[in-house]
């Protein structure tokens, strides 16, 4: 797919296809198909559900590659030195890490198990950013051994832990906390001065100098002010503030590109985040700019199926599916809001509250639904769960964590396997 077809596809994202105005919400290329099932990258997602059982993650590839592709066309026709790198925390599984390998996307790792995971992904060391606001020395002398193209020092005493590795020369980007504040949910914002990410402001110019006294090359500074970040004026502040610290060849801005979660969001293009990121950074500096769940949120539906409905009258009607906060802890986290179909009925009818299987009263994925009807044994649809909720996944009532599978072009490719219950006891001793 060409650059610019593919910004199309984004615009328009399925929408014709899907009833509800939920287009933009599921995966590009979803539709229902004659038998009004949805499809997911052209396979039916109830024989999906019959040929890998439920609860699943089941991405659309081509998505994912189309949105990498846009994102990346959208920097590099304005600036063609820019790089998005991929955020691997969104969805740290080795194939999306060697799908967005292959698509040229460089790669952000927070830890020393995302670095493991990148390069078995197919990455480059060259191509890696080392995040983390109190990596450990074994997760630097890791970083340093396999010679990553760029660590982003978070503080003082990481400065002073990599001069004690003796790594002269190493590449670094400084992360500093810029005080820019998007209007984003408390847990997901980082960047105001009160964080325990970056360096704070008023001490860059320090952080700076004994960096390059521990013989660091301070390729630029860095900064990461928040996720779902849908109004863009905060990038031109960020902007500003980054490339004031000091003459350096890259700015890097993190990520924080909204998604839709529900019908009623329409986040902006590439495109937009490009113009307000690039809007206040002197062109002769490099950008840099690490989206995570835009490149994979929208790609995926998880697939549950439907066990129990009970209805309390004259209060509510509970809808039990056969997952819930093991394997997506956002409604939980975030009050995230999601989107929910039954995959061969669409439809409203039926007001009700979404709940999983676990031991608690708040493992609600979505409290305030309309199925149209719902039965034991349909087959219910939550998209936009692509992003964090296989990176999120745990064990909670020693359920096994669910399978991923690829789908394309009506194939569908299991890439993690369902947890089994001999893994549940593999790490007893
Ligand atoms: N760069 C850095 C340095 C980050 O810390 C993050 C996210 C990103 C990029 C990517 O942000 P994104 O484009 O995905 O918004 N578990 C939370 C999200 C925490 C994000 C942490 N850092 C959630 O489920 O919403």
Redesign the pocket.
Known sequence: MAAGDSQGALADAGAADLPGGLGHVFPLGSRLNEAGRLEIGGCDSLELAREFGTPAYFYAEDDMRARARATVAAFRERASGSEVVY?S??FPCTAALALFAEEGLLC?V?SGGELHLALRGGYGAESLYM?GNNKTVAELRQALDAEVGCI?VDSFDEIARLADLTADGQRVLIRVAPGVEPDTHAK?A?GQEDSKFGVPLAHAARAIEAAEGAGLMVLGMHA?IG??VFDLEVYETLGEVLSGLGKFPVVSM????AVAYTRDQRPPPPSAYAEAMLSAVPNDRQLLC?????LVANACVTLYTVGTVKEIPGVRTYVAVDGGMSDNI?PM??D?AYEAQIADRFGESTPCRIVGMHCESGDVLVPDAALADPRPGDVLAVPATG??GHA?ANNYNAVPRPPVVFCRAGDARLVVRRETYDDLTARDV
Not at 254 to 257: A, C, D, E, Q, S
Not at 290 to 294: A, D
Request: charged share 20%; no cysteine; proline share 4%.
């Open positions: 955020a925390k969104a952000d927070a995040h982003v997901i980082t990461h996720s779902q993190g990520g924080g590109f690490e989206p995570g769940r835009s956002r986290l975030y995230a992003a964090y999120m």
